[in-house]
């Protein structure tokens, strides 16, 4: 492989105008494919093949679209000691409901007064209209939502308390915006203070900004043809950033250091492509092979989010292996700080002698390293504890403050908690209206006290019937949860007559429970990866052990930080968490897959370096140090920079995004300021020589020259070039 990636590293520097031509014109036509041809993306998740999603297919199709299209609540609170009922405020209720069901897109609006089907609280304090779409949440324009807005304002001119909630009220996921900016602009400080070059700094984002435009131009044109969630783009990019950004340090640095080892522009771009290359490519086919993995567990909207990230990131890759080295054959020397342009790399490889920072740790960590790894474990440990407490749910909470969430409080409080999502049952068959009453019947009966089960309504043609549940709990209550299943296992179908449970809650709770079901299955997957994985680039079994265990450590850690801010609510202000409750149901399982391939990244980065000193004849513990100190500098940069990436679409991101970045920035600080840095190096040094142990029997295994270290030993010989095709390639 380091063979191959040096013959592209050359052909890419030595034909760098075409190449970098090719990739702008790549990047131009995907833009053009994004703002002429781009869709609408879904806000909802549904499981094809699910109870609930079966049931709501068929509700279309037996009351029509408006059925199950798009709602909104509007409630509406009398002042103090008044009644919504009183005949003053019953006026100003009519004249709101009139407006309501003027607005743009609106099919209906009830009034809550009407004496056939009142929706008023039981001391007569609120009352709310339901305003129906007969289009999908993801289709209800950014117009339609702003006429809400403004109809909700007009209407609190009337004296009474008024606000809105529903998903036709959810924005949809922008892609870009200041705290995303803020995070690119902490990356080129990185970059700069890094490099000591602003010149290599700029070149190294603009390489890794230019291959995640064209992953989220490609994915938004997808859009315009088939239906994606409006996270999918978002995720990729904040995915395909910060690998971008990294995978392109990796190659810089090893450029710059070939460079002082004397080596021509041309052939230093083919030498660290060919070896810090070859470590690109195999991380970033670990982090691949983790997204495309969430495929196994078969739910469709997960397969793709993983396989666009997955996309995003083999973009990053081409970016690292042939644009980078294009661009580096236009900025030659000026990649190097101009004090060390014309300095020799002495024998050392250009790492201070013993005296640095980085070598010192080393030597602490591995000197002390029964206290080092125990303070690692026992400090990860503790963060890991509320990750026991951890619940998942489908449902977003609306941010604190904001109309949603004061209009779920005013219904909470007059009407119930189950009263904004109610579960459905449907009756569907010839037999349904005639089951329908027997149906309501026997829930009445089986369904805990307060539960109440409404009169079933049948559809034009008799084919099917629909009995309204209102649970005396909240959608995230686990007694709604018993609810649901109660319902499916007391209510058989019968001849002539399929029972099915939906609704938003019930939706929830079957992709909730299919996402908690996949999540160990997908976590045994990519552990089992990992092992893999590391046996074959480290030919030793102890050493992927303790990646795999250090993997294990900071998904626990990622966790119970995210539990503890998004869940329990510490120190939710300031991260602007917007509200806290249950986790999002599809974040922990995207969390595990992008962590584990970033996990693995810092690992096969850092301890091929030791693997390789070690192979060199070094003792273990120095090897350790001494593979420390070439790569720590490195892979701290990298993280720093990650880190900042993904904690930029925290504070501003919509509520599915937030605890993912959350957890993501947190991760990689955890595994590669505490895993990789101090647990790692005290681990290996306590097993000493065993640490590279791989029986006999495992020794038919292929190596992985993740180093390109046949590269080093017989450096190819790159013929020379014109001088007028290699601008840069003497001193200035």
Request: charged fraction near 15%.
């Amino acid at each position: 492989m380091a063979t191959l990636l040096h013959r592209l590293g050359l052909a890419s520097v030595r034909h760098r105008i075409l190449v970098t031509i090719a990739w702008l014109v790549a990047l131009a036509a995907v833009g053009v494919g994004a703002a002429t041809l781009s869709g609408d993306t879904a806000h909802s998740f549904k499981i094809p093949g699910q109870e609930s999603t079966t049931a709501l297919t068929l509700m279309k199709e037996r009351f029509g679209e408006a059925s199950a299209g798009a709602t909104v609540q509007v409630v509406l609170e009398a002042p103090a000691g008044q009644k919504i009922t009183d005949p003053a405020n019953a006026a100003k209720v009519a004249g709101i409901v009139a407006d309501l069901s003027r607005l743009p897109g609106a099919v209906s609006a009830s009034n809550p007064l009407d004496p056939k089907a009142p929706t008023v609280s039981r001391d007569q304090a609120a009352a709310y209209s339901a305003v129906r779409y007969q289009v999908q949440p993801s289709e209800v324009t950014d117009e339609q939502r702003e006429a809400v807005t403004a109809a909700v304002e007009r209407a609190r001119a009337s004296g009474l308390t008024v606000d809105a909630r529903g998903e036709a009220l959810s924005n949809p996921a922008d892609i870009g915006g200041a705290s995303e900016i803020l995070g690119v602009v902490v990356a080129l400080i990185v970059l700069a203070l890094t490099y000591g070059s602003l010149v290599a700094a700029g070149m190294n984002l603009l390489t890794a900004i230019a291959g995640v435009g064209i992953g989220a131009a490609g994915i938004l044109t997808l859009t315009g043809f088939t239906e994606l969630q409006s996270t999918t783009p978002i995720l990729a990019v904040m995915l395909g950033l910060a690998v971008g950004i990294d995978y392109a340090l990796f190659i810089i640095t090893r450029f710059r250091h070939e460079l002082r080892r004397g080596l021509s522009v041309d052939a230093a771009a083919a030498m660290a492509v060919g070896t810090a290359g070859a470590a690109v490519v195999t991380a970033g086919l670990t982090v691949v092979i983790a997204l495309v993995g969430l495929s196994v567990v078969g739910i469709p909207f997960l397969s793709e989010m993983g396989i666009a990230a997955a996309v995003t990131i083999v973009i990053a890759v081409l970016v690292a292996i042939t644009l980078v080295p294009a661009i580096l054959g236009f900025v030659g020397r000026r990649a190097l700080p101009r004090k060390v342009r014309d300095v020799p790399l002495g024998d050392d490889g250009g790492v201070p002698d013993g005296r640095g920072f980085i070598r010192g740790w080393a030597r602490l960590v591995t000197q002390q390293r029964w206290l080092s790894l125990i303070a690692a474990v026992a400090a990860l440990a503790v963060i890991a504890i509320p990750f026991f407490s951890m619940k998942t749910t489908l449902a977003q909470r609306a941010p604190e403050g904001s109309t949603q969430a004061r209009a779920q409080a005013i219904i909470d409080s007059r009407f119930g908690p189950g009263v904004s999502s109610p579960l459905l049952v449907l009756i569907d068959g010839p037999a349904a209206v005639e089951y329908a009453p027997q149906v309501q019947k026997h829930l009445t009966k089986v369904l805990p006290k307060g539960t109440l089960v409404l009169p079933p309504q049948p559809n034009q043609d008799a084919s099917a019937a629909l009995v309204t549940i209102i649970p005396a709990t909240g959608p995230e209550d686990d007694r709604t949860v018993d609810v649901v299943h109660e319902i499916r296992d007391s209510v058989d179908d019968t001849e002539g007559a399929d029972v099915y449970v939906t609704g938003n809650t019930a939706v929830s709770i079957d992709v909730s429970q299919k996402l908690n079901d996949a999540l160990p299955v997908y976590l045994a997957l990519v552990v089992g990866l990992a092992f893999v994985l590391l046996v074959l680039v480290f030919r030793s079994l102890l050493v992927p052990v303790v990646g795999v265990l250090g993997f294990l450590l900071t998904i626990g850690a990622a966790f119970g930080a995210t539990v503890a801010v998004f869940q329990w609510g510490w120190a939710a202000d300031a991260v602007n968490a917007g509200s806290t409750g249950p986790i999002l149901s599809l974040a922990p399982i995207i969390i595990v897959g992008i962590l584990f391939g970033l996990a693995m990244d810092y690992q096969v980065f850092l301890v091929s370096r030791m693997h390789e000193a070690h192979a060199h004849g070094a003792a273990p513990r120095e090897a350790i140090v001494t593979g420390f100190r070439q790569a720590a500098p490195v892979v701290i940069a990298a993280a720093t920079i990650m880190f900042a990436v993904f904690a930029a679409f925290v504070p501003e991101g919509n509520d599915t995004i937030k605890p993912i970045a959350f957890a993501l920035a947190v991760g990689i600080a955890f595994d590669a300021f505490i895993v990789r840095m101090v647990a790692v190096p005290a681990a290996l040094a306590l097993l000493g020589r065993s640490a590279w142990w791989l029986p006999s029997w495992l020794r038919w295994l292929p190596e992985l020259d993740v180093e390109g270290a046949a590269l080093e030993r017989h450096p190819p010989v790159v013929d020379p070039v014109p001088s007028h095709s290699e601008p840069y390639a003497t001193s200035v």
